[in-house]
């Protein structure tokens, strides 16, 4: 089947699986309680052994006493997703449910081997939502699972942390399952997702609690994508590179930004940040001498950090001016470093392959039948970065 026509597919399911649900949901009125259930909130899927996989579960299931619910991890392989799943029917008297699951983690091991088959089955068979939040470990992920278990009751909560933390500290947006299939089955045949880590011990531990008797060890994000080509890993980005990744996305509207450093009549001011409060993105792509060149278009407001006094004590608007240019021109360096990151990685990351084809279908056709041409090679990449500082 063609990527195109999959894709289709994908999001013909995708409505036609929303729609049964919220019949199901109208007409069945004997849904089992979820004292009754055991609720599968994080799954991580990691290479097994002989070309199979090994799945890690998160597992809520109702409880006596005190605690209503419990929290415990829960692991099963098999040759292939749905013989791995098969181990999870029940848990301690009651039926596992993954429809709830709100993060899916990919260990590095199944990165590497190729986790297209795995991810594809569990979309295809509706195990868990398209849109469920889609992540990468630094390890393993049962160790990542393992280590979410050990935060103990406010494991959920922390997990929502992560989420948001993403709009927060950097500009990586959340990317979900069906985002990360549609650019794998693009004609771009590329895509990407966020890594994650912990904080303050390692994967797989976790350190004492301080006297307060809170856990020190905490999920966060790492900043950085990893990339893929085929359904295997192709490489990771650098933070340079993932920024200028981000800086294309339409869909990161808002987040953190830097400069490493910042100088004005030689005047050394350090390290500069700022907060994205606005950020449009326009890309026009055409074929320049019949080679393909792409080029983008922002506009960003920055709002500077509040711990900037010297900066803001000056209060010059050439001072203003000044890192408003600098902050333009790291924009425009960091997206040339992803371009790049594109042409060494020999993956289209920014879907540039699919925009072209839909937007100069014509000379897309007749550059593609010519065999010397190589499109990511040939391919150009600039932008030009306003910003205004607020």
């Excluded at 927060?168 to 947006?173: A, G, L, N, R």
């Amino acid at each position: 089947m063609k990527k195109s026509n999959k894709i289709r597919l994908y999001k013909i399911l995708a409505v036609a699986a929303a729609l049964f649900i919220a019949w199901s949901l109208s007409v069945f009125s004997d849904t089992p309680d979820v004292t009754e259930r055991a609720v599968v909130t994080m799954m991580g899927i990691d290479a097994g052994d002989g070309g199979g996989v090994r799945v890690s579960v998160h597992v809520i299931t109702p409880s006596t006493g005190d605690v209503k619910f419990r929290q415990e991890s829960a692991e099963s392989g098999g040759k292939d997703i749905f013989e791995a799943l098969d181990g999870f029917t029940v848990r301690k008297g009651k039926k596992v449910e993954f429809g709830q699951c709100g993060m899916l983690v990919v260990g590095k091991s199944l990165c590497e081997r190729g986790l297209l088959p795995a991810l594809e089955a569990l979309y295809t068979a509706g195990i868990v939502s398209p849109g469920i939040v889609t992540v990468a470990a630094t390890g393993s992920a049962a160790d990542f699972l393992k280590t979410a278990e050990g935060l103990g009751e406010e494991t959920s909560e922390n997990i929502a942390k992560l989420i948001t933390r993403f709009q927060d500290t950097t500009q990586m947006p959340m990317l979900y399952l069906l985002t990360y299939l549609n650019g794998e089955l693009s004609e771009s045949g590329a895509s990407f997702l966020p890594r994650v880590a912990f904080t303050d011990g390692a994967e797989g531990s976790v350190e004492e609690p301080e006297a307060s008797g809170q856990q020190k060890t905490n999920i966060e994000s790492v900043g950085t994508a990893v990339v893929f080509k085929a359904g295997k890993e192709a490489g990771a980005l650098t933070e340079q590179e993932t920024s200028g990744l981000t800086y294309t996305l339409r869909e990161s509207k808002k987040g953190s930004c830097r400069l490493e450093g910042f100088s004005f009549e030689n005047r050394a001011y350090g390290p500069v940040y700022g907060d994205i409060r606005y950020k449009s993105v326009k890309l026009k792509t055409d074929f320049v001498d019949g080679k393909p060149v792409a080029h983008y278009k922002l506009k960003l407001k920055i709002e500077m950090s509040p711990n900037h006094e010297t900066i803001a004590a000056a209060d010059q608007s050439a001072v203003t001016a000044r890192v408003a240019e600098s902050f333009s021109e790291s924009v425009e360096s960091d997206i040339a470093a992803a371009a790049l990151a594109q042409k060494t990685l020999n993956a289209d990351f920014l879907n540039l392959t699919a925009r072209f084809s839909r937007m100069n279908a014509k000379e897309m056709k007749v550059y593609l039948n010519a065999a010397e041409n190589n499109f990511l090679r040939d391919l150009t990449v600039t932008a030009d970065a306003e910003v205004i500082i607020i």
